[in-house]
T-cell receptor, first 109, second 116 residues
Framework: DQQVKQNSPSLSVQEGRISILNCDYTNSMFDYFLWYKKYPAEGPTFLISISSIKDKNEDGRFTVFLNKSAKHLSLHIVPSQPGDSAVYFC????????FGKGTKLSVKP | DVKVTQSSRYLVKRTGEKVFLECVQDMDHENMFWYRQDPGLGLRLIYF???????EKGDIPEGYSVSREKKERFSLILESASTNQTSMYLC???????????????FGEGSRLTVL
């Protein structure tokens, strides 16, 4: 059974607007969450992370929110840019990284 | 600059062939990982290694083996390639105890394997 779920395979957003990517997890013991970004024909790159002791972490245009009671996290990109078009993977650390299936974000000019 | 290098970006092999995928990192990382990425399935861990000559099975080790003879090199071996092993293979590394303190796995650019 999937421990990390990204229920939206794709998302399309207009340039300048907010992109919200969602992720749900099943195990309340998970305590460290990460987002990776992947362009076609390249390896994933680390984007941002959050520990369970926080509910928000911000890095420039990227903010990750964690709702522990709902076992849900989200990545907000504001403002979205065409260069943000990529596949975004949510991951949790549990001795090694467990990835979700990814959400393909398309930012249209 | 940190670097994880995968020897082949694109390979085409025939069913039953033995396939070697090589990965080298220059960051003196203890941990190394092999994932495969498939559309709709995300990244799935095949094997990982936390030290020379050590290996651990990931979520989908069947049909694969690995070798870690030197700290900087981690090889993925398909003893007898099958069509369902057509995929993008990604190598990654990090320091011992790296995540969650750094939150980062460093990935190579990937090796796209097609098995005919």
């Amino acid at each position: 059974d999937q421990q990390v779920k990204q229920n939206s395979p794709s998302l399309s957003v207009q340039e300048g607007r907010i992109s919200i990517l969602n992720c749900d997890y099943t195990n309340s013991m998970f305590d460290y969450f990460l987002w990776y970004k992947k362009y076609p024909a390249e390896g994933p790159t680390f984007l941002i992370s959050i520990s369970s002791i926080k509910d928000k972490n911000e890095d420039g245009r990227f903010t990750v929110f964690l709702n522990k009671s709902a076992k849900h996290l989200s990545l907000h990109i504001v403002p979205s840019q065409p260069g943000d078009s990529a596949v975004y993977f949510c991951a949790v650390w549990s001795g090694n990284l467990i990835f979700g299936k990814g959400t393909k974000l398309s930012v249209k000019p | 600059d940190v670097k994880v290098t995968q020897s082949s970006r694109y390979l085409v092999k025939r069913t039953g062939e033995k396939v070697f995928l090589e990965c080298v990192q220059d960051m003196d990382h203890e941990n190394m990982f092999w994932y495969r990425q498939d559309p709709g399935l995300g990244l799935r861990l095949i094997y990982f290694s936390y030290d020379v000559k050590m290996k651990e099975k990931g979520d989908i080790p069947e049909g694969y083996s690995v070798s870690r003879e030197k700290k900087e090199r981690f090889s993925l071996i398909l003893e007898s390639a099958s069509t369902n092993q057509t995929s993008m293979y990604l190598c990654a590394s990090n320091v011992a105890g790296g995540a969650p303190s750094t939150g980062e796995l460093f990935f190579g650019e990937g090796s796209r394997l097609t098995v005919l």
